[in-house]
């Protein structure tokens, strides 16, 4: 059974950059067509599509948080990563999760992370 | 690229169905069969129930179904149950290596 893990920091300045890791257990991460997305959640609100990562390095982002993220991705260790400069607005539950055919429809899911951002 | 719109809030009786709606105002849900609906219990991560517009993942039940009519996508969930009562998202690809989500939808069984 695929398992993802978010792993990072609960509490982040602001403009200082997050930066979130995503452990994949249960399957290797260059498997196939998958790709790899971040999305978030503000209390009390919705989701929001962050960015998806391809194991070569390939990866798609938000228009709206473009300037400010880069995704990368660690075959060796099956891991992928987030690095978002932030601001209070940022405060958010953290998913990673797998696409498993580049379709937008997100089939394995994290637990979560929260980070609150500071000023 | 802005929120996909759904109603603020679903209810129906348990035995009951409840359809939830989800309108793009620009090209996706119309041009492209990829919208997908999530369920999130309170606390939970989202769980995919609905993928390419109409398609089920293995394990959810079929009471779940999606379609689709011009820019507006929908899930109806029929024989409501108990543990029906959650938060559902739809989402679309929307072109140019984006997706967006739904404003979200929280459904109450009376």
Redesign the interface.
Known sequence: QLQLQESGPGLVRSSETLSLTCSVSGGPISRSSYYWGW?RQPPGK????IG?IYQSGTS?L???LRSRVTLSVDTSRNQFSLHLTVTAADTAVY?C?RDADN?????Y????ALVAVSS | QSALTQPPSASGSPGHSVTISCTGSSSGIDNFNYVSWYQQHPGKAPKLIIYEVIKRPSGVPDRFSGSRSGNTASLTVSGLQAEDEADYYCSSYVGRNNYVFGSGTKVTVL
């Open positions: 999305i919705g989701l929001e599509w998806s798609y938000n228009p709206s998913y999760a379709s937008g429809s997100f089939d899911w994290g637990q979560g």
